[in-house]
């Protein structure tokens, strides 16, 4: 099996780096989006019928347009909003979803440029053979198929810029987040911190490296599972270079016909597995469980790729999140509450409505997404259990009254690691796997 790759992108020559160009280029889609409002209330007035859809169809289009000429972290953001198939309308994570596989390449000169300023010499030098045509760009680089003493190899180039342009690229973005997720009080910075200093991380491809083989040195005993070799000598702080993986994104492995349930289920467990066994044994999580980072061969093994986002789980956060997944919450209300404390849920300064809401709300919440470990096997493809995700999705989303609370809530860890769980029970989900929860222990 082999990926399939557009390869008709027009390449860019530039990307806009300082804070200035970048707003302007977000100024710019804002005055198209102000068009698709014009043109949809004209429609909706002659009671044009699917009017809406269209209106969010030309919207998604304009932002995602303007996002993948900027790359790097504004491009990051699709990449993340693309997961949330629950909270966002479906033209937006189709439009979104692009940005795990289609964005616009470098141009060839400049990809020359940069392989001779990070690993001193042009491609054709430090290679047998380098394709001019990038095989995948994405969010913060792109890849380059080459070959060297035989090998076939990934030649990832990270885009110009990119580490540079994150903050300001958050300081664009914050006072719309601030109102969006109502948040209040200074210590909001610590949210963007967080988000910063991955993003940050994910840029530094000699930390990617060292993590990369890290975790496959530490997961090689789970089967079905595979990471590709790394090599220090071709790879520099913004080139990083590995094996060549032959293989279908999840996606399209799963668009592929017919299915085959029971590799499926193998696969389900081999990602289950996987997960479980970097969370609660080595307290260190590949935390950007998206389609575009997984690859399933021709032996329906699941390939491993891009660690370049690794959370690191503390124990004063391990510790009482993962309390949650055995206490009986209706049998410990106290115990239940002061751990919402230790989890930053609840605050010292909170209403009594507010205790009242939070603890309610993250009752259910704890109750739905610790289901499968209160289960020997879990099926992943249950609908109810789908519905319930749904259904909180809903809640988060419109509810008035969380709107109007302080939504200044939980532990900065939160932010990574409910990412980590929702990705990974996305795509199980998208698998119809049927897993057995406790079987990673016997890797520990």
């Given at each position: 099996?082999?990926?399939?790759?557009?390869?008709?992108?027009?390449?860019l020559?530039?990307?806009?780096?300082?804070?200035?160009?970048?707003?302007?280029?977000?100024?710019?889609?804002?005055?198209?989006?102000?068009?698709?409002?014009i043109?949809?209330?004209?429609?909706?007035?002659?009671?044009?019928?699917g009017?809406?859809?269209?209106?969010?169809?030309?919207?998604?289009?304009?932002?995602?347009?303007?996002?993948?000429?900027?790359?790097?972290?504004?491009?990051?953001?699709?990449?993340?909003?693309s997961?949330?198939?629950?909270?966002?309308?479906?033209?937006?994570?189709?439009?979104?979803?692009?940005?795990?596989?289609s964005?616009?390449?470098?141009?060839?000169?400049?990809v020359k440029?940069?392989?001779?300023?990070?690993?001193?010499?042009?491609?054709?030098?430090?290679?047998?053979?380098?394709?001019?045509?990038?095989?995948n760009?994405?969010?913060?680089?792109?890849?380059?198929?080459a070959?060297?003493?035989?090998?076939?190899?990934?030649?990832?180039?990270?885009?110009?810029?990119?580490?540079?342009?994150?903050?300001?690229?958050?300081?664009?973005?914050?006072?719309?987040?601030?109102?969006?997720f109502?948040?209040?009080?200074?210590d909001?910075?610590?949210?963007?911190?967080?988000?910063?200093?991955?993003?940050?991380?994910?840029?530094?491809?000699?930390?990617?490296?060292?993590?990369?083989?890290?975790?496959a040195?530490?997961?090689?005993?789970?089967p079905?599972?595979?990471?590709?070799?790394?090599?220090?000598?071709?790879?520099?702080?913004?080139?990083?270079t590995?094996?060549?993986?032959?293989?279908?994104?999840?996606?399209?492995?799963?668009s592929?016909q017919p299915?085959?349930?029971q590799?499926?289920?193998?696969?389900?467990?081999?990602?289950?597995?996987?997960?479980?066994?970097?969370?609660?044994?080595?307290?260190?999580?590949?935390?950007?469980?998206?389609?575009?980072?997984?690859?399933?061969?021709?032996?329906?093994?699941?390939?491993?790729?891009?660690?370049?986002?690794?959370?690191?789980?503390p124990?004063?956060?391990?510790?009482?999140?993962?309390?949650?997944?055995?206490?009986?919450?209706e049998?410990?209300?106290?115990r239940?509450?002061?751990?919402l404390?230790?989890?930053?849920?609840?605050?010292?300064?909170d209403?009594?409505?507010?205790?009242?809401?939070?603890t309610?709300?993250?009752?259910?919440?704890?109750?739905?997404?610790?289901?499968p470990?209160?289960?020997?096997?879990?099926?992943?493809?249950?609908?109810?259990?789908?519905?319930?995700?749904?259904?909180?999705?809903?809640?988060?989303?419109?509810?008035?009254?969380?709107?109007?609370?302080?939504?200044?809530?939980?532990?900065k860890?939160?932010?990574?690691?409910?990412?980590?769980?929702?990705?990974l029970?996305?795509?199980?989900?998208?698998l119809?796997?049927?897993?057995?929860?406790?079987?990673?222990?016997?890797?520990c």
């Open positions: 099996m082999e990926r399939k790759i557009c390869f008709f992108l027009k390449s020559d530039y990307i806009p780096t300082n804070k200035i160009a970048r707003a302007s280029n977000l100024v710019t889609t804002g005055i198209k989006l102000g068009g698709n409002y043109k949809y209330y004209s429609k909706k007035a002659l009671k044009v019928e009017s809406r859809q269209r209106l969010d169809e030309e919207n998604a289009k304009d932002i995602y347009n303007s996002l993948k000429t900027l790359k790097g972290s504004a491009l990051k953001v699709a990449q993340m909003l997961m949330e198939k629950n909270l966002l309308p479906r033209e937006y994570v189709d439009q979104f979803s692009l940005s795990q596989f964005v616009p390449p470098l141009s060839w000169s400049l440029k940069l392989i001779r300023k990070y690993l001193g010499a042009n491609p054709d030098s430090v290679f047998d053979s380098f394709s001019v045509q990038s095989k760009a994405a969010s913060i680089g792109q890849v380059h198929q070959t060297k003493n035989g090998k076939k190899l990934a030649v990832k180039v990270q885009y110009p810029g990119v580490a540079d342009s994150i903050s300001s690229d958050l300081s664009i973005v914050k006072p719309i987040a601030l109102r969006m109502n948040l209040k009080g200074q909001t910075d610590k949210y963007f911190k967080e988000v910063e200093n991955k993003l940050m991380e994910e840029t530094d491809y000699k930390l990617e490296l060292e993590q990369s083989q890290w975790i040195d530490q997961c090689e005993a789970i079905f599972l595979r990471f590709p070799a790394y090599y220090p000598e071709f790879s520099s702080e913004k080139i990083l590995m094996d060549w993986m032959e293989g279908l994104h999840i996606s399209e492995y799963l592929a299915q085959d349930r590799m499926n289920h193998r696969l389900g467990q081999t990602l289950w597995d996987f997960y479980m066994f970097q969370i609660h044994h080595l307290k260190k999580v590949h935390a950007d469980p998206h389609p575009g980072n997984f690859l399933i061969d021709e032996s329906y093994n699941l390939v491993a790729l891009d660690f370049g986002c690794v959370k690191a789980i124990d004063d956060f391990y510790q009482p999140y993962f309390e949650l997944a055995d206490l009986k919450i049998d410990n209300p106290s239940f509450q002061e751990i404390y230790d989890l930053e849920i609840l605050r010292t300064e209403t009594d409505e507010e205790v009242i809401y939070f309610k709300l993250f009752g259910r919440l704890i109750n739905v997404l610790t289901l470990f209160t289960q020997r096997e879990f099926d992943f493809g249950d609908a109810i259990f789908w519905g319930e995700i749904n259904s909180l999705s809903e809640t988060l989303s419109s509810d008035k009254r969380l709107r109007k609370m302080n939504g200044n809530r939980g532990s860890h939160f932010i990574y690691i409910n990412r980590t769980f929702f990705g029970y996305s795509l199980l989900n998208d119809k796997a049927k897993v057995y929860t406790e079987s990673f222990r016997k890797y």
